[in-house]
């Protein structure tokens, strides 16, 4: 007879194939963020695909077809964001002597609050100019191995998304087949529910990240702004990392408006304007466009955030939250693992004993 293995043993091995994991993900970043964000475009660009091949279109060049059309819509964002970029290069000296005026103003009060003089101030900024030197070769060969890393998962996204969408049904039926033939039902729900929140939370970010961009728009447009459809685009852009990137948004925003117009006040007001914009999505956006699928509470949605971003980067960030949901529908549809889905859930309900839920059973 088989003896269960203690709470330790079992401990130290969740602990080992979690260490495991990590360290695979962050030795193959390369290769897994660019399958990751192939599968997601796969999942959102399915219906369309659907579409055209219920207008009798052959296979292959409705994939085709699909693509192109994401990649037109694409290449029309990229446009649309190219243009105001372009109009705000040539306010940059406007920019730089507000900037500078920011910068004095500054260290006028940290000479008035903490008693540091102007050449005391200098003194600390050459000395940490001259650390910080040191590693700026590294630094700009890590950030040149950074860039063509990024575009080489850009070209690579549009190539694997192709065979995710043409290779569909080998990979669903390999998926069940891996399985034993008693757990095929099971397998079978698992990876329509997979789907179905995939696509969920895909259209569901597409659809949020476009109202906050429309509202931060507007908002910044009445506040007359300049550049205001670019930084309400920026801010909505990084509103997708959890947490991290509306704080990120809202700060990189009202630094661009007060170096365009000079005043502490537009500052100010941009600021109050996306807190508005943040109320309104983690409040209505969020839980009807996201949250009736991906139910992840906020301590794991913050965690895993964190961890992927030290594992993969900035990508790692945008696609930690579909991965740990993936993992929570296939936790909940699992007896053993249904505990770990509880733990990533947001059911703060009541915890009862397993006596007592029997009992009243």
């Not at 401990?11 to 964000?37: D, K, N, S």
């Not at 004095?104 to 102007?118: I, T, W």
């Not at 009445?222 to 852009?237: C, D, E, S, T």
């Not at 936790?331 to 947001?346: A, H, Q, S, T």
Request: glycine share 8%; proline share 4%; charged share 15%.
């Amino acid at each position: 007879m088989n003896q269960p293995l203690p709470f330790y043993a079992k401990t130290a091995l969740i602990l080992l194939m979690l260490w495991l994991l990590l360290y695979g993900v962050y030795v193959g970043h390369a290769i897994l963020l660019p399958l990751g964000f192939s599968f997601l475009v796969a999942v959102l660009l399915r219906p369309v695909e659907k579409k055209l091949l219920q207008l009798k279109i052959p296979r292959i060049p409705a994939i085709l077809i699909t693509l192109l059309l994401a990649l037109l819509s694409l290449a029309g964002l990229l446009m649309l964001i190219s243009t105001q970029v372009s109009s705000l290069v040539k306010d940059l000296p406007t920019m730089e002597k507000n900037l500078l005026g920011l910068w004095h103003n500054a260290q006028d009060f940290v000479q008035r609050s903490f008693h540091v003089d102007l050449q005391q101030q200098q003194q600390m900024l050459q000395k940490a100019k001259e650390n910080s030197m040191e590693g700026m070769g590294n630094t700009v060969t890590h950030l040149l191995g950074t860039l063509s890393a990024s575009l080489a998962t850009v070209g690579l996204v549009p190539i694997y998304a192709f065979f995710f969408l043409y290779y569909r049904d080998l990979l669903i039926r390999f998926i069940t087949y891996a399985f034993e033939q008693k757990h095929a039902q099971k397998v079978s729900e698992i990876v329509g529910e997979v789907r179905s929140v995939i696509q969920h939370y895909v259209t569901g970010v597409m659809t949020e990240t476009a109202c906050v961009a429309v509202l931060n728009t507007l908002g910044l447009l009445i506040l007359g702004v300049p550049y205001a459809i670019l930084l309400g685009l920026i801010a909505a852009i990084l509103n997708i990392i959890p947490w991290i990137g509306g704080i990120i948004g809202a700060i990189l925003t009202a630094l661009i408006a007060y170096t365009n117009t000079g005043k502490v006040s537009t500052l100010v007001w941009v600021l109050i304007v996306h807190a508005a914009v943040q109320f309104i999505d983690n409040h209505f956006f969020v839980p009807y466009l996201i949250g009736s699928k991906v139910k992840l509470n906020a301590l794991v949605t913050l965690v895993i955030v964190f961890v992927g971003g030290a594992l993969c980067g900035i990508g790692g960030m945008f696609l930690s939250i579909p991965a740990i949901a993936i993992c929570k529908v296939i936790f909940d549809r699992v007896d053993e693992l249904r505990p770990w889905g509880m733990l990533l859930g947001d059911d703060t309900v009541k915890w009862i004993p397993r006596k007592t839920r029997r009992k009243s059973s």
